[in-house]
C-alpha cells in the first residue's frame, strides 16, 4: 500500500516522466545517428579539397552513403564515412574527391576492386586522390613565371606609380572605398556566412533533386511541342476560315441582285400563309361553337341521330385549337 501510495505522488511520477522522456529523447537520438544497414570505412587523402561532412558517397555514380566525419592525421587527412552494406570493398579499392557543381558542392567516389575484403576498412593514401594539389600547382606555374618579363614588369609598375602620384586625390578616393567596403565586409561576416550556408544548402537540394528537374524539363519541352503543333493548326483553321469568308463574301455580291427579289417573295409568300391560317383557324372555331349548340339542341332521342344519323359529327369541335377532347 506504501509503495503505491508513493507512486501516485506527484514527485513521484514527475520523475518518471522526466525519466522517460530523456530514454526517449536517446532513443530518438541513436536512431537518427546509428547507420544500420550501413558499413563503416576510412578513406587517407592528401588534403580535404572542400570535401565537407554529409556529402555523398557514391559508387558508379549512384549514391551508396555519406561522409560522416573529416579528422587531421599527421600529414594527411582521414575522412571517414557509411556504404551500403551491400557493397563489397575489395582489397585495392581507390577513392577519390570529384566536384559534382560549379557552386562548390562534392562528393567521395568509391571504387571497389580487388578479392578479399579491405584492410582494416582503410583506402591508403596512394590509392586516393583530389581534384587539385597545390604543389601541382606552384610547379606547373614555375614555368610561366620564369618566362615573365621582369623589365617589363618593373617598367608597368612605375607607370602605375606616376599615374597614382599624378592622382592622390582619386586614389585616395579609391583606397577609400575599398577600406569602407572592407569594413562592411568585415562587420556582416555573419550574413555573409549565413548566405554561404544557404546557397549550399540551395544547391544541395537541386543535386538532391536533379532526376525530377530533369523530368520537369522533358515535360515542359512536351509542353512546348504540344502547344507548337496547336499553334499550327490554329494557324492553318485561321487561314481556311478567312478564306471561306472571301469565298461567301464574293458569293453573296454576285448573287446579291437574285438573292434580293427572292427573299421578298419569299417575305410576301409567308404573309400571306400567316393570313390563310389565320382565316382558318377563325371558321373551324365558328364551325365548332355551331355544332355545340346544334347538339345540344338534338339531345341524344332518336332524332336527328335516327334520321340523319351522318349528319352532324359529335366530335368536329375538337377541331378548333382553343378546345380541348377527352
Given at each position: ?77 582521414a575522412v571517414e564515412f557509411t556504404i551500403d552494406a551491400d557493397v563489397d570493398l575489395g582489397s585495392t579499392t581507390s577513392a ?231
Amino acid at each position: 500500500m506504501k509503495a503505491a501510495s508513493r507512486l501516485r505522488e506527484p514527485r513521484t511520477v514527475g520523475l518518471l516522466g522526466v525519466v522517460a522522456v530523456v530514454v526517449g529523447a536517446l532513443v530518438v537520438v541513436f536512431l537518427s545517428t546509428a547507420s544500420l544497414g550501413k558499413n563503416h570505412a576510412t578513406a587517407i587523402i592528401e588534403h580535404t579539397a572542400g570535401l565537407r561532412v554529409g556529402e555523398e558517397v557514391q559508387v558508379s555514380g549512384v549514391g551508396v552513403g555519406e561522409v560522416t566525419a573529416i579528422r587531421l592525421t599527421k600529414d594527411a587527412v582521414a575522412v571517414e564515412f557509411t556504404i551500403d552494406a551491400d557493397v563489397d570493398l575489395g582489397s585495392t579499392t581507390s577513392a577519390s574527391v570529384k566536384v559534382a557543381t560549379l557552386l562548390g558542392t562534392h562528393y567521395l567516389e568509391i571504387s571497389p576492386s580487388g578479392s578479399g575484403t579491405l584492410a582494416d576498412d582503410t583506402i591508403p593514401l596512394d590509392r586516393t586522390d583530389v581534384p587539385y594539389n597545390l604543389q601541382d600547382v606552384i610547379d606547373g606555374t614555375q614555368e610561366q613565371l620564369s618566362e615573365l618579363d621582369e623589365d617589363g614588369l618593373a617598367e608597368a609598375m612605375t607607370v602605375v606609380a606616376d599615374v597614382l602620384g599624378r592622382t592622390p586625390e582619386e586614389a585616395q578616393a579609391a583606397f577609400a572605398g575599398v577600406e569602407a567596403l572592407s569594413s562592411v565586409a568585415v562587420q556582416r561576416t555573419d550574413e555573409l556566412a549565413a548566405l554561404l550556408d544557404a546557397s549550399a544548402a540551395f544547391t544541395g537540394m537541386l543535386v538532391d533533386q536533379q532526376d525530377e528537374i530533369l523530368v520537369l524539363l522533358d515535360q515542359s519541352a512536351l509542353v512546348l511541342e504540344a502547344l507548337t503543333s496547336r499553334q499550327t493548326a490554329i494557324d492553318a483553321l485561321l487561314v481556311d476560315a478567312q478564306s471561306l469568308a472571301d469565298q461567301v463574301t464574293g458569293l453573296l455580291a454576285d448573287t446579291a441582285d437574285d438573292l434580293d427579289p427572292l427573299m421578298t417573295n419569299l417575305t410576301e409568300s409567308l404573309d400571306h400563309l400567316y393570313e390563310v391560317r389565320d382565316s382558318i383557324t377563325s371558321t373551324v372555331t365558328s364551325l365548332s361553337t355551331m355544332t355545340v349548340y346544334l347538339a345540344n339542341a338534338s339531345g341524344n332521342g332518336p332524332w336527328i341521330d335516327l334520321h340523319v344519323p351522318s349528319a352532324i359529327p359529335d366530335n368536329l369541335f375538337c377541331l378548333s385549337p382553343s378546345r380541348e377532347c377527352s
